[in-house]
């Protein structure tokens, strides 16, 4: 059975950095597509990185240049290093994972098989 759990939301003001990591476990696939999704109250999920399993990445223009998404394969853990963090950040943070590449839809919730419970990220001016 796959799990995903992620860690490491907490408070901080803007400017501030964040590592939220994602355990995974049970997941038996070569080829697969894993990312960092976020839901903020009252929007929709929206895609926020992305990585493949030959560690292509891709990156929402919102978080570009001040995101890093990251895997440990030998840990089965991903991670998403946030700097410069802005009010606008806030959300639930959410790792999600599908068997296949990162080709198609990578930024679509709806792509994903995978879900982890989330972690909530706050970010104060």
């Known amino acids: 059975q796959v799990q995903l759990v992620e860690s490491g939301g907490g408070s901080v003001q803007a400017g501030g950095s964040l590592r939220l990591s994602c355990a995974v476990s049970?997941?038996?696939?070569?080829?697969?597509?894993m990312g960092w999704f976020r839901q903020a109250p009252v929007k929709a999920r929206e895609g926020v990185a992305t990585i493949d399993s030959g560690g292509t990445t891709s990156y929402a223009d919102s978080v570009k240049g001040r995101f890093t998404i990251s895997k440990d394969n030998t840990k089965n853990t991903l991670y998403l290093q946030m700097n410069s963090l802005k009010p606008e950040d806030t959300a639930m943070y959410y790792c999600?994972?599908?068997?296949?590449?990162?080709?198609?839809?990578?930024?679509?919730?709806?792509?994903?098989?995978?879900w982890g419970q989330g972690t909530q990220v706050t970010v104060s001016s």
């Open positions: 999600a994972a599908r068997p296949t590449d990162c080709t198609y839809g990578r930024m679509n919730m709806y792509f994903y098989h995978y």
């Open positions: 049970g997941y038996a696939y070569s080829n697969y597509c």
